[in-house]
């Protein structure tokens, strides 16, 4: 059974800073990880999708990496801003269509 | 475009009562799940269907039924609500499932059982 692991579970920085979120992953035989932002009392908005023969994604200031032999995902936010504020989780998608959450990261971008 | 729509946004039922949560999309992707998102859990899939006319349990699904009207609807009904189903209820949907293809939530229903 997959599991899928966030670290840290909170991260709080001063505004400007760049930062990492981190994604760990049990099983390796994944189709696609996705980055999603939640923002308090919504739903969830997809950021990044890495498939499974890609190394990393870009999308303005967030970078994606997967490194599937290890088992690690990471999502660099560069420049970071108060509207950066809110929960990351990362998902791996297996087979018969099953997305694994972790329980996400919760960043917050002090002014 | 409203993409993914979830109805209603908030329900509080009491121990026993029966509901249906509705989900819709006007995307026309093939794929609909159904998730429930906990405190310490994260969200687990409850239900989903992989085209029109196919359901499959998920990691959660005791306790739910689902019925996939049509390409656009994908319904989850709890028959005899419980407390331990209070949660935040997601609806989501692809393109194709297991095709490396993007998931888009719906905005959720947060259900209360009393």
């Known amino acids: 059974k997959q599991e899928v692991t966030q670290i840290p579970a909170a991260l709080s920085v001063p505004e400007g800073e760049n930062l990492v979120l981190n994604c760990s992953f049990t099983?390796?035989?994944?189709?696609?990880l996705q980055w999603f932002r939640q923002d308090p009392g919504k739903g969830l908005t997809s950021l990044l999708l890495?498939?499974?023969?890609?190394r990393e994604q870009t999308s303005g200031r967030l970078n994606a990496s997967l490194d599937k032999s290890s088992g690690r995902s990471t999502l660099y936010i560069a420049a970071s801003q108060p509207g950066d504020s809110a929960t990351y989780l990362c998902?791996?998608?297996?087979?018969?269509?099953?997305?694994?959450f972790g329980e996400g990261t919760q960043l917050t971008v002090n002014p | 475009n409203a993409g993914v729509t979830q109805t209603p946004k908030f329900q509080v039922l009491k121990t026993g009562q029966s509901m249906t949560l509705q989900c819709a999309q006007d995307?026309?992707?093939?794929?609909m799940y159904w998730y429930r998102q906990d405190p310490g859990m994260g969200l687990r899939l409850i239900y989903y269907?992989?085209?029109?006319?196919?359901?499959d349990k998920g990691e959660v699904p005791n306790g739910y039924n689902v019925s996939r009207l049509n390409k656009r609807e994908f319904s989850l009904r709890l028959e005899s609500a419980a407390p331990s189903q209070t949660s935040v209820y997601f609806c989501?949907?692809?393109?194709?499932?297991?095709?490396?293809?993007?998931?888009?939530f719906g905005p959720g229903t947060r259900l209360t059982v009393l």
């Open positions: 995307m026309n992707h093939n794929s």
């Open positions: 998902a791996t998608e297996t087979s018969g269509s099953r997305l694994t």
């Open positions: 099983d390796s035989a994944i189709y696609n």
């Open positions: 269907s992989a085209s029109e006319g196919t359901t």
């Open positions: 890495i498939q499974s023969s890609q």
């Open positions: 989501a949907i692809a393109r194709l499932a297991g095709q490396n293809n993007e998931q888009f």
